[in-house]
């Protein structure tokens, strides 16, 4: 964990101006972070998959994990991707062997 540098606020100058340049550099490594509902949509089975597996998806996929935070319509599409799939193993599960 040391991304620190990324969350620190712009300093002032004494003139009580802000660094600009930190300033920049925090809207757009926020905006870096930011993928579209279209890029979300392309790995939500993905992170899926590797939730259900038992796997840290919110590290491999953290872009993800925070569009899907940050997005309604995405979170619901992740919930009902989760629904389908269990549903899926719920009558995997429940068909009679032999
Ligand atoms: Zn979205």
Redesign the pocket.
Known sequence: MNDTSKSEPPKRHHCGHQDIAGLMRTIFSAEDDDIT?GE?YDHIDEYVDMLRAGEDAATVLPKVKT?LAQ?K??EMEFKAFIAILEAEADRDRDTPVG
């Open positions: 509902c979300c569009h997005c319509c995405c």
